[in-house]
């Protein structure tokens, strides 16, 4: 059992957008501003896509945002491309001796 | 361009050592957070430990002290060693660099360690 929940999947048409969750607890996402979204492909290393709740790193598109309220953060992807078909991990620093944990992942199909 | 290589064999013995190294080019070794992240056949990702500029570090506490994370500047290398490995440790093995202790922006490509016999 990850220590970050987050939905097994989502889906969405080309075009539209999606949010994907992240829910913790006050000793990690409520806690921190560390939080992270990445991209994964099969057979592919993660792409860091938002660190820091809300902050995009150089050469990732627009389109893809984040956000947190209380214990659970966000990661919004808008205008759905069919190359966004991945799969999205959050992460969180954490106030434990386990000082980064992931969310489970979140299968995204763009139908 | 930062880029990070995993090194190490692919097959470990059970109760042995798995040891990998990350070498890194384009960014010096002493400037940065380091990692090493998991990810076992089906399942989700996996904090390891880091290793900071100033030789600090810290593991994940539920690989009960069986990681050691050490650094080789001259080499502008990094690696990992886990002990006493089981069948759960069979996973792909990610270096990782850290801006700051959590939020890795660049990554090797992964190397698949199997533990068996």
């Known amino acids: 059992q990850s220590a970050l929940t987050q939905p097994a999947s989502v889906s969405g048409s080309p075009g539209q957008s999606i949010t994907i969750s992240c829910t913790g607890t006050?000793?990690?996402?409520?806690?921190?501003?560390?939080v992270s979204w990445y991209q994964k492909h099969p057979g592919k290393a993660p792409k860091l896509m938002i660190y820091d709740v809300s902050n995009r790193p150089s050469g990732v598109s627009n389109r893809f945002s984040g956000s947190k309220s209380g214990n659970t953060a966000s990661l919004t992807i808008s205008g759905l491309q069919a190359e966004d078909e991945a799969d999205y991990y959050c992460s969180s620093y954490t106030g434990s001796s386990t000082l980064v944990v992931f969310g489970g992942g979140t299968q995204l199909t763009v139908l | 361009q930062v880029q990070l290589q995993e090194s190490g064999p692919g097959l470990v013995k059970p109760s042995e050592t798995l040891s990998l190294t990350c070498t890194v080019s384009g960014a010096s070794i002493s400037d940065h957070y380091w990692g090493w992240i998991r990810q076992p056949p089906g399942k989700g990702l996996q904090w390891l430990g880091y290793?900071?500029?100033?030789?600090?570090?810290d593991y994940n506490p539920s690989l009960q002290r069986r990681v050691t994370i050490s650094v080789d500047r001259s080499k502008n290398q990094f690696s990992l060693k886990l002990s006493s490995v089981t069948a759960a440790d069979t996973a792909v093995y990610y270096c990782?660099?850290?801006?700051?202790?959590?939020?890795?922006?660049?990554w090797g490509q992964g190397t698949l360690v199997t533990v068996s016999s």
């Open positions: 290793l900071s500029p100033n030789d600090n570090n």
């Open positions: 006050s000793s990690d996402v409520g806690g921190y501003k560390y």
């Open positions: 990782a660099r850290g801006l700051g202790v959590s939020n890795f922006d660049f």
